[in-house]
């Protein structure tokens, strides 16, 4: 046991540091489901790839990044994420490879009793969404103050629905669970995070495209990738039709024109 | 000689480790911004906000961890060995494993969540929630100090206090609580110490919210995400506010006693 236990971390050892063709990929945390089939389908093309995925907000990749992290691709959930990487010098040429939109999610028991976007705003409804550094949580704010402006909802909207936010969490997918589990009323997160891929379990509210934020993703190779054939494969995977059939099936958008 | 000087290198290097993450964090920010930061309201929102959860906490953790202490220190019973270990249990879960442990149980919709709800309390997403994830996490690190220091002190203390005619209740305030004081003052502080450095199962169970819910190292993650330099702040703040407290615990009237403390365990 013991000797086998020796033989299985010596493997390890030897896996880290020998020539392997590790590829690391940092994406948005929406994009969980989406890039680990587009990871497994790389892999089916290429058995010599692994694909190891860190799955995290946008800006925290992004810190993550430009304070040293090793890394071959970053895919991010919104163009402030990439710039701040791409001002650091480390890549250059983002290109969108995808969008998003915003759904209103509740519990499956729906414990606020909330039928429509209206009901966000009544006291007492705990609303959770991600953080304002959050991607996700900043275009949740834009939408409650999109919804503000639309006709039919009560002027002091947008300051009713934020009063009503009990938690700003690190990540989108942080949101999903605090809804999932009952805890929280409503949550404000992207189509591709309550996908049918990505669990469901949860009603949503569709939000009207003229309130709606059309999140775009902007995916690049880092300069400083030991993997660049390997990277850019990956990339190309993710544009390929293939590829966008992947992001379609996990409720993304295509990048020109809607489907 | 050169067991002497391996033993000071060895001790140097470990020093060093410890230190040098501490001293980065002070490098990299000014007392002026230091200062600056103090004054933003979620700052000291956030700093108060630790210094009262985990208070409470701490004295939940002593109120209620006393008693188990005494029986472990004192008692034999069968499952003995399963309440020891699971009072040590939350020393190794990882803490957001709590939080989620936590959120199933006492969550509205959790376990004991339908009672509670019942009884009108909600515990996600509110301050309360903060001081049961550290009064969970931080409970062992007392228990297991305050036991050692109960089961310390020689029966015949106590049981010369019964031959004197002193009833059970005199013998655990006067005679055994002092002679464990130390022990269970360093228990309360190691407690107090984890309640405040508590992260992975409040922001679980509790969720993260300026002034409701986002305690000082929750703050700290949050300026993280935009903010390098609000974050090294922060956490600047935090390590000066322990380490003032660690310094004051040892240096009050009592103090010399929490130092002896751990001594006495370092010796057991």
């Not at chain 1, 959930?77 to 209103?104: E, K, T, W």
């Not at chain 1, 304002?132 to 939408?143: E, I, S």
């Not at chain 2, 310094?247 to 001594?263: C, T, Y």
Request: proline share 6%; charged share 15%; aromatic share 8%.
């Amino acid at each position: 046991m013991r000797r086998a236990l020796w033989a299985l971390f010596v493997l390890s050892l030897a896996r880290a540091h020998g020539p392997d063709r590790t590829l690391t990929v940092f994406a948005a945390a929406s994009l969980t489901e989406a890039f680990t089939e587009l990871g497994d389908s790389l892999r089916a093309h290429d058995p010599g790839v692994v694909v190891q995925f860190n799955f995290a907000g946008s800006q925290l990749l992004a810190l993550q990044l430009i304070e040293g992290a090793e890394a071959d691709v970053f895919a991010a959930a919104d163009a402030r994420s990439m710039q701040a990487v791409a001002d650091s010098g480390l890549v250059d040429d983002p290109i969108p490879f995808a969008r998003n939109r915003l759904v209103v999610i509740l519990p499956a028991t729906n414990p606020g009793r909330i039928a429509a976007l209206r009901d966000l705003a009544r006291p007492g409804v705990k609303i959770v969404l991600a953080g304002d550094a959050v991607p996700a949580g900043r275009y949740a704010r834009a939408v409650v103050a999109n919804l503000g402006q639309s006709t039919g909802f009560p002027p002091a909207y947008e300051h009713r629905v934020l009063a009503n936010v009990v938690s700003e969490e690190e990540n989108v997918r942080a949101v999903v669970a605090k809804v999932r589990l009952g805890e929280a009323d409503a949550g404000i997160v992207y189509a591709s995070d309550v996908s049918a891929a990505a669990g469901g379990g949860v009603r949503t509210l569709v939000i009207p495209d003229a309130a709606n934020v059309l999140a775009t993703y902007p995916i690049a190779v880092l300069h400083r990738s030991t993997h660049q054939a390997a990277a850019r494969a990956f990339v190309a995977l993710v544009f390929s039709p293939a590829g966008q059939r992947v992001l379609a099936r996990h409720e993304l958008l295509p990048i020109a024109g809607r489907p | 000689m050169l067991v002497r000087a391996a033993l000071s290198l060895a001790a140097a290097t470990l020093l060093c480790f410890l230190a040098l993450p501490i001293i980065s964090l002070f490098v990299r920010v000014s007392p002026a911004t230091l200062w600056g930061r103090l004054g933003q309201p979620v700052v000291r929102q956030a700093l108060w906000l630790s210094l009262g959860t985990s208070a409470a906490a701490t004295l939940l953790v002593v109120l209620f961890g006393l008693p188990v202490a005494y029986l472990l220190a004192t008692r034999e019973f069968r499952a003995k060995r399963v309440v020891q270990t699971l009072v040590e249990l939350p020393i190794v879960l990882p803490p957001t494993a709590a939080g989620v442990g936590l959120l199933l149980a006492f969550g509205r919709a959790g376990l004991a969540g339908g009672v509670l709800t019942a009884v009108g309390i909600e515990l996600p997403f509110t301050t309360l929630a903060v001081v049961v994830a550290q009064v969970f996490v931080a409970t062992p690190f007392f228990i297991s100090s305050a036991t050692a220091g109960l089961a310390a002190v020689e029966r015949r203390y106590t049981d010369a206090a019964a031959t004197l005619g002193a009833t059970p209740a005199f013998g655990f305030f006067r005679v055994l609580l002092p002679m464990a004081l130390p022990a269970i003052l360093a228990g309360a502080a190691m407690s107090w110490a984890r309640a405040l450095g508590e992260f992975g199962a409040t922001i679980t169970f509790a969720g993260n919210l300026p002034g409701r819910t986002q305690t000082m190292p929750l703050a700290v993650y949050t300026a993280l995400q935009n903010d390098l330099s609000a974050a090294v702040a922060l956490s600047v703040l935090l390590v000066i506010l322990s380490f003032t407290i660690l310094l004051g615990l040892r240096f009050a009237p009592w103090g010399a006693a929490v130092g002896g403390a751990s001594a006495r365990l370092r010796g057991r």
